[in-house]
């Protein structure tokens, strides 16, 4: 009978380390809103944020919904540096945000499509 409620307890509290392992080490990540506004090059059929733009005069501004849907890609360069997506909290920073612990992080997009920066 001892055994049996150790190794039930020793089960559980295992069970229950690795949630919290888990929890801290698997970040959730946002993509961008599809009214998010991007610099497309028509010449080479490539979408920029606006920080990886330096000069906008050869560009236009589109929604990135129109850009994909036009085919266009993102900039590789502008792609690695992780301009496109909004690196969010853990699933345990999630959970403290949620019951509000922590304050929500700021969006990168507005609701209007344009960023923050």
């Known amino acids: 009978m001892y055994d ?3 190794f039930i307890f020793i089960g559980i509290s295992s069970l229950l380390l690795l949630l919290v392992i888990a929890g801290l080490a698997v970040n959730v990540s946002k993509t961008m809103p599809g009214n998010a506004l991007v610099y497309v090059n028509d010449k080479d059929k490539e979408y920029y944020a606006p920080n990886c733009v330096r000069d906008v005069q050869p560009l236009r501004l589109i929604t990135i919904r129109e850009a994909l849907s036009l ?16 690196k969010g909290r ?3 920073g999630l959970l403290l ?16 499509g344009s960023w923050n920066y």
């Open 4 to 6: 049996t409620k150790r």
């Open 71 to 86: 085919g266009y890609v993102p900039e590789k360069n502008c792609e690695k540096s992780g301009e496109f997506l909004q």
């Open 90 to 92: 853990s699933l345990a």
């Open 97 to 112: 945000e949620r019951i509000g612990i922590l304050k929500e992080v700021s969006p990168r997009w507005n609701k209007d």
